[in-house]
């Protein structure tokens, strides 16, 4: 892997936005939410969400999904693939669906049409990271935690062919020599 990581939030950064997304969230969430995290990349980003809405006094249950529409590239496919569904009941319930990256609006477009077709009553989208300028789809989360150019990033969860999950920032990644596809 011969890659530049240039940091563009530091840890500490992305820590007081989720916590500042929390205290924007708990007034419109109710009391015992099931927050969906889409797997792998939000799996960070969900578990310190978690934490952040149990200091504001929500008592959040866990789920989670796994979707795939980006393989080993760095493009969004478009097709989504369900790699692993989630297990709670949503009939009735308000949902908070967390997501690392709003690129294409493709993935979180066809998460929340799953969540609705299973009964969801409510359904609430938050992204780390919003990218407007490559929209394929019309969506807009209703909490984002920062807004970016398109670049290609990692850490935070976030990955490059599953490598960077563990920087605790969130970095762009430029190729050295090689491009990436």
């Known amino acids: 892997m011969n890659h530049q990581i240039t940091t563009l939030f530091t840890e500490t950064q992305v820590l007081e936005r989720v916590a500042a997304l929390a205290a924007e969230m708990a007034p419109r969430l109710e009391p015992e939410p099931i927050v969906l995290g889409l797997l792998k990349g939000a799996l960070v980003f969900t578990a310190d969400m978690l934490r952040a809405l149990s200091r504001q006094g929500v008592k959040p249950l866990l789920d989670c999904m796994a979707l795939a529409s980006y393989g080993k590239g760095t493009i969004s496919s478009g097709s989504i693939q369900v790699r692993m569904d989630n297990t709670l009941d949503l009939a009735g319930r308000q949902v908070l669906l967390l997501d690392d990256i709003l690129d294409s609006g493709n993935t979180m477009s066809f998460a929340v049409q799953r969540l609705r077709d299973k009964g969801a009553a409510h359904i609430l989208t938050c992204v780390l990271l919003d990218k407007p300028s490559r929209r394929q789809v019309s969506f807009a989360a209703d909490f984002v935690g920062f807004t970016i150019p398109d670049t ?11 490598h960077h999950r563990e920087l605790p920032q969130v970095a762009a990644c430029v190729p050295l020599g090689k491009g990436i596809s």
Request: avoid cysteine; proline fraction near 0%; glycine fraction near 18%.
């Open 152 to 162: 290609f990033v990692v850490g935070y969860g976030i990955d490059y062919a599953e």
